[in-house]
């Protein structure tokens, strides 16, 4: 990643927060691999072509949020949230977690967000939508909770939404809260996130390596995002868990995606993030599958057809 700061003044900041996100960007966190398809055969539909999609375009579209509010320099990746107002809370209240969600709203429309902007490849490809997903994606936290604002549209809306996950880290494991951020209230959902959310936030994927503003940002990010603690989401009263069936055994995945492992397990209903970070070469993060491997994994998928 590009250094933002000399080391004189990055040990100031550290003194003084102490964060460890903070320490994550000092180290410079990996960068993020070009997206390029692996050709698994695990796509449902051919890797979308965005050859006609320019960096300028990207710029421009995506600076129709105000360019008052992104492409922010930044030593911290990750904004600190005041102390939460009930010291030594074991669980978030709904209410503390909406408020949670608006506060980080409000900063972003307020211009003081950090956020990193980019075209996800995850919600880009497949049957989701064959489009440009243009995406801002801001990380806060305190002692109790790491916030994440998201703001979107299509290349083709017309206006931005607002998204935030609420990851309370202040009962084991953390619990991760899904909602809309409507400036009228958020509406706490799970259902319609899990799908590609199976672990609480995802990691930034840019579709392609220059529609990003500030890949380092990305890159610190997504540290943070890796480093979470082991958590559960929250399916509230009015959205509650379907039935998801067995989860899956294959070691390759579920040495770290399974209960006792870093990430929550994977089931078929995740089924588009699986196939679409398995042939970017995303999944798993180290190696690149064997072709028998690759032909269990799709075997296991379409069982579930
Ligand atoms: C089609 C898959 C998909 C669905 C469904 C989905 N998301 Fe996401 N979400 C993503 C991807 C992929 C990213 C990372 C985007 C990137 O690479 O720029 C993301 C990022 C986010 C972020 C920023 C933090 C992070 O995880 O990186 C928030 C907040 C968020 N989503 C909230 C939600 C909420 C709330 C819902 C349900 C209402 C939801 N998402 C549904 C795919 C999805
Ligand atoms: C060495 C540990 C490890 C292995 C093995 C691994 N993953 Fe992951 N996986 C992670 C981590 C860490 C994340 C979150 C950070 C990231 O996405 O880079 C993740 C994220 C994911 C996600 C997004 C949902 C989530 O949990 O955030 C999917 C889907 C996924 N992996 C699928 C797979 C599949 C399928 C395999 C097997 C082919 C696999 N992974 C193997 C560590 C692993």
Redesign the pocket.
Known sequence: MKRRHSIAAGFAVLALVGIVSTLAAERGAPPIPPAVSLSTGLLLEPPLDLSGYSRETFVAQSSSVGTNRIGKKWTRPVLPLPPHPRPGVKGLTEAEVKEYMLAVRDRFEQGEAVPVS?V????TQED?IRQPML?H?AAFSNDVVRV???VQKTSTDKGWSY???VQDVSVTPAVDY???AKKSGPKL?AK??Y???ASG??????AREDLILDAGLAAAINQH?AEQPRSRMHFPKEDPADEYGEAMAMKFCARCHSAEGDRAPLHRTHS??IRVLVDFGYMPPNRRLKPEEVAELKAWLEKGK
């Open positions: 980019d996800g490849l995850v919600s989701v995406n994606i994440y604002l998201l998204f935030s996950i899904f909602a809309e959902e319609s996130c799908k590609c959310h936030p995802l990691a930034i994927h840019p995002i588009h993030s």
